[in-house]
């Protein structure tokens, strides 16, 4: 073989023709299946065993035929749309997967006139390790799927929300009919007048119940954040931390329902996207130009007053009437004092199953009508708190006013203040203003215990923190040197909003 640089090699241009013509018929031999389509992705030739794998004795019976009714998995389609191969892929079939190459063929003006493709393995033990792996990877993510949607399922239903007060009742009533409709839902309240949950029983009711549902804070992601949070990105595309892209909370909350948790706070041009999201139903990760349907029902809810954040421009009018379609209100505890007696009882059990199993709490006279006079400013909230601290530190399983006065008003964490509308009698002898302290204010310590001193300087200390990172639970964390998942803990602990 020799080179005559002067010129071609004389054997250039025989090498070039054989390469062309052997290279259907190599991968033809080598290949466990060919077939071909034209540019309407129809059947054109199928070679004989590949047509017998998929049920046709004779391979003229598939001609004709949409490459999809031939092979149910065929991408052939998207090839001849495309004008792209798919050089490697794994096809799933009712049997083993296949290896498979997929080319376009194009005309000499390099229009796609059709598609051919090859089956390489159909036993896959030339690719065993690739393959184990790609098994192992499948298995993984089925499971953290499933683990997933356990997760996301629904945490509470109607019957967990306790109450028998006309106001509890039509509230109830309006979320069950919400959960037979598709609509918005939008959650109005102070906090801790139990919107999430619900929210939650809402999506439980409905007939999405066995599809995610997926909660994003929105007053807890830093605005700059947000986007890739509800739509994901595209991997290279998103230049935050991690660069392999992300899949949006739209997406994975696809079938199911979608929580929007203080909306009032999301940022103005957000709204505008969102708005058109809910309209268009469907969007574009960020970087990316795939479309994503997305059949998604809307629950947002908020402690904001809403309609005075659209008249003072913070809030789109037009978003807002889009939500404001089945509008419910959690009235506030103090609102509901009859409720107080229940709920005291529902969670003194929930928290004697928690804390000291076998306990059996009851709440004296004296005890109760303190409870039905305070203010409750951070409600439901607060009184589970309030019982929690109670019972920590109560020696006794009879809870009296004395007990109950210490920790009243100094266990609703939160930066939000609502008025406060609580009667302040005297208690025990002792005069307490039953109004929650400012956080920021010192805790009365003349009859705290050490520990109850160190836990309202270290909530008072983590709310000054978070507030100087604007909210930022990460942010603070990193600031203030705490791991971030123990600071979200205490956050939960203390029942502090951010
Ligand atoms: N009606 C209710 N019955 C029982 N628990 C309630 C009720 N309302 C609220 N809660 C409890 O109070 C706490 C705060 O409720 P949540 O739904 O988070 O309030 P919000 O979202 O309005 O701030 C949760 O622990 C919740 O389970
Ligand atoms: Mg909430």
């Not at 009742?169 to 619900?198: F, I, M, N």
């Not at 990760?285 to 349907?293: D, E």
């Not at 059949?295 to 009437?321: C, E, H, M, N, Q």
């Not at 003194?348 to 000291?356: I, K, N």
Request: charged share 25%; with cysteine; proline share 4%.
């Amino acid at each position: 073989m020799m080179n005559d640089w002067a010129g071609l090699p004389a054997t250039y241009g025989d090498v070039l023709r054989r390469a062309m013509e052997s290279l259907f018929r190599t991968f033809e031999n080598f290949s466990e299946g060919t077939f071909i389509v034209d540019a309407e992705a129809r059947v054109v030739w199928i070679n004989k065993r590949y047509a017998a794998r998929f049920g046709f004795s004779d391979p003229q019976q598939a001609i004709g035929r949409d490459c999809e009714a031939v092979i149910p998995n065929s991408l052939m389609r998207e090839v001849v749309h495309t004008g792209k191969p798919i050089l490697l892929d794994i096809m799933e079939t009712d049997r083993e997967p296949l290896v498979v190459t997929r080319l376009p063929l194009k005309d000499d003006a390099g229009v796609t006139v059709g598609a051919v493709g090859f089956a390489l393995f159909d036993e896959l033990k030339a690719l065993t390790p690739l393959f184990s792996h790609y098994s192992r990877v499948q298995e993984e993510l089925i499971a953290t799927r499933r683990s997933l949607a356990q997760a996301r399922r629904a945490r509470y239903t109607f019957g967990s929300f306790v109450g028998t007060s006309a106001a509890c009742l039509e509230v109830k009533r309006q979320a069950r009919r919400a959960a037979q409709l598709e609509s918005p839902v939008l959650l109005l309240g102070e906090t801790g007048t139990g919107k999430e949950l619900l929210a939650h029983a809402i999506h439980g009711g409905s007939a999405r119940a066995t599809q995610p549902l997926v909660t994003v804070n929105v007053a807890a992601i830093p605005d700059t954040l947000l986007e890739v949070e509800f739509f994901g990105a595209a991997p290279g595309a998103y230049t935050g931390a991690d660069r392999k892209g992300r899949v949006g909370k739209f997406e994975l909350a696809n079938g199911g329902t979608l929580f929007l948790d203080e909306i009032g706070d999301m940022p103005l041009p957000l709204q505008g996207k969102l708005l058109r999201v809910l309209q268009d139903k469907e969007f574009e990760p960020l970087g990316s130009n795939r479309i994503v349907r997305a059949d998604v029902r809307i629950i947002a809810a908020t402690s904001a007053d809403l309609p005075a954040l659209v008249a003072a421009g913070r809030f789109r009018a037009d978003l807002f009437y889009r939500l404001n379609v089945l509008t419910i209100h959690a009235p506030a505890l103090r609102e509901r004092t009859s409720d107080i007696e229940a709920l005291a009882y529902a969670m003194l059990e929930d928290l004697s199953t928690q804390t000291r199993s076998g306990s059996h709490f009851e709440l004296q006279d004296d005890a109760l009508r303190l409870l039905c006079s305070y203010g409750w400013p951070g409600n439901v909230r607060e009184l589970r708190n309030t019982l929690e601290r109670a019972v920590m530190l109560s020696d006794s399983e009879r809870i009296d006013a004395r007990t109950l006065a210490p920790f009243l008003g100094s266990a609703q964490g939160g930066s939000q203040r609502s008025a406060v509308a609580g009667a302040t009698p005297p208690v025990g002898g002792q005069t307490r203003t039953l109004q929650a302290p400012d956080v920021t204010a010192d805790a009365p310590l003349e009859s705290a215990s050490w520990s109850d001193a160190m836990a309202a300087f270290e909530k008072r200390f983590l709310c000054d923190a978070l507030r100087a990172n604007g909210g930022r639970v990460i942010d603070t964390a990193n600031r203030i040197g705490m791991g971030r998942a123990t600071l979200y803990k205490k956050i939960a602990a203390y029942g502090i909003e951010v």
